[in-house]
């Protein structure tokens, strides 16, 4: 590696950005459906090498934004369907809309390799472990603090390994730092930075150890069971340019609903992905509202469903309770989808550029009650919310709940993105402890356990059902649901500027030397 590295040195900056975009683009392979997850944290090591080599801001900075693209220009491919099959624009546009996407987010890692090299100095391994802290610090930023996009944390890249562990303990941000840190420490022992050769080794073997036995723990036990029935209806994909029919849509789903339930005598629930009920609920036609009303008095169950409301002035994506000839429950969603339900600040124009199809609506309350069955409490998650781990901790200001429930339709986008989103959902489901259903329109409907491994899921694209008895958790919360990841936010604070205050040290403690003298 160190002959690599070596090589590049020698030559041009056209070396160093095709060595960047490769190892991003070998990133990339670490997310979902491909999931090489050993592959993408051999490119980290790669990448951190390559960082090292360089020792000016500008340098790195370029790096950084260069490996950022290899990264999510892949990763993200699937937002150009959105632009050119429903949005009715050139492909060319959708290709131009995602290059300026990747540009945006790219920022935030040449923004931490910056960071790295201009407070942790020329010296290479406090420039390393100063990055692995700045890049947690501008995810967080990424993902929760400013652009409010976090999909494809690096987190996510660590799902099936000993690195997941960590994810009760801290969220994702946890489990992305400690990715960073086994990283650092591979690079440490390859490069011989330290004079203890075997010290990077034995940190490797905490960070992984503490992992494999958090993700052997059992932080939950069996709850209430509920009978729950899987609609994936595979509809077709509403936009400004169809007209949907929601009585015919619900109709399709009848044939699956009024099967028979196995005896028992536990509470019924038939779960629907968005994307059945088009338009407003408060609106429907008499037609499209009694064919709800078949749904759910033919199913004997109570229905769940997605639709819209207004409220005044604003409108709700909002997830709805059928039973009995009445809503029994409804929930507001929260987070809404940048570009596709909301404009943020500031993006007006890119908006106008590429024609992204949108609406305009008003995120819920932050803490809403949760869906109550019988002994059963439910929290519920409308699609995107499922990239926010805050969302579920939400859940227990008002009461624990008993499993998750993902209701989603990702048809806008194609079938890449689907293995994302439930990848996604399988980490909600181990930082919170709890079971998770997910319920899509067009495929990888799945019941997930509480150690997020799929026990059930429905095959992608195709109009299917699945029905489960579904046995729920509870217990104290994870140290996740108690802390959230602020812990971890404080140790790459630590990380980020032990460099600098290194530096800091040394060169007073120099000046007094010379004083002395």
Not at 218 to 243: C, E, F, G, M, N
Not at 284 to 297: D, H, I, R, T
Not at 334 to 340: M, T
Request: charged share 15%.
């Amino acid at each position: 590696m160190s002959e690599i590295v070596a090589w590049i040195e020698r030559h041009s900056k056209l070396a160093i950005t095709g060595a960047s975009l490769g190892l991003g683009l070998l990133f990339s392979t670490g997310f979902d459906p491909l999931g090489w997850r050993w592959l993408a944290l051999a490119s980290l090591v790669g990448f951190f090498f390559l960082f090292s080599s360089r020792s000016t801001v500008k340098a790195n900075a370029w790096m950084g934004f260069v490996f950022g693209l290899g990264w999510f220009i892949p990763g993200l491919s699937w937002t150009m369907n959105s632009i050119a099959i429903h949005g009715h624009l050139p492909w060319v546009v959708a290709g131009l809309g995602l290059f300026l996407l990747a540009c945006v987010l790219s920022i935030f890692l040449a923004v931490a390799c910056a960071l790295a090299r201009r407070l942790g100095g020329e010296h290479p391994s406090r420039a390393v472990f100063a990055l692995t802290g700045f890049w947690l610090l501008t995810e967080w930023c990424r993902g929760d603090l400013l652009a409010n996009f976090g999909w494809l944390q690096p987190g996510y890249a660590a799902l099936d390994t000993p690195l997941m562990g960590w994810a009760p303990l801290g969220g994702v941000y946890a489990v992305t730092l400690m990715m960073f840190v086994s990283a650092a420490l591979l690079w440490q022992a390859l490069s011989c930075q330290l004079k203890w050769v075997w010290a990077p080794f034995l940190g490797l073997v905490v960070v992984f150890g503490v992992g494999q036995m958090a993700k052997d723990h059992t932080w939950s036990h069996a709850s209430s069971t509920l009978d729950v029935r899987v609609l994936q209806p595979a509809l077709p994909i509403v936009d400004a340019y169809t007209k949907a029919d929601t009585a015919t849509r619900v109709a399709s789903m009848l044939p699956e609903a009024e099967k028979p339930w196995a005896p028992s005598d536990r509470p019924r629930l038939l779960l629907t992905p968005e994307g059945v009920v088009n338009g407003l609920v408060n609106r429907l036609s008499g037609q499209a509202a009694s064919a709800l009303m078949s749904l759910q008095e033919k199913s004997e169950a109570l229905v769940l469903f997605n639709g819209f409301r207004q409220e005044g002035r604003r409108i709700f994506n909002t997830s709805f309770v059928l039973g009995e000839g009445h809503i029994a429950y409804r929930l507001d969603k929260r987070e809404l989808v940048p570009f596709g339900e909301f404009v943020p600040a500031g993006a007006r124009w890119f908006v106008d550029l590429i024609g992204i199809p949108m609406a305009d609506l008003t995120p819920g309350d932050g803490v809403q009650p949760l869906l109550q069955i019988g002994q059963t409490h439910i929290g519920i998650l409308i699609c995107y919310e499922n990239l926010y781990g805050n969302v579920v901790r939400s859940f227990w200001q008002t009461h624990s709940p008993d499993f998750l429930i993902v209701t989603s339709n990702l048809g806008w986008f194609g079938r890449s993105v689907v293995s994302q989103h439930l990848a996604m959902s399988r980490v909600r489901a181990i930082e919170s402890a709890r079971p998770l259903v997910s319920v899509n329109n067009s495929g990888l409907s799945a019941v997930v356990n509480s150690k997020g491994e799929i026990v059930k899921a429905l095959s992608e694209t195709s109009a299917d059902a699945m029905t489960v008895p579904l046995l729920g958790a509870t217990g104290s919360p994870t140290p996740y649901i108690r802390f959230g990841a602020y812990p971890f936010l404080f140790l790459a604070l630590l990380f980020a500027f032990n460099g600098f205050f290194l530096q800091w040290r040394e060169k007073n403690l120099t000046g007094r030397l010379h004083q002395t003298k």
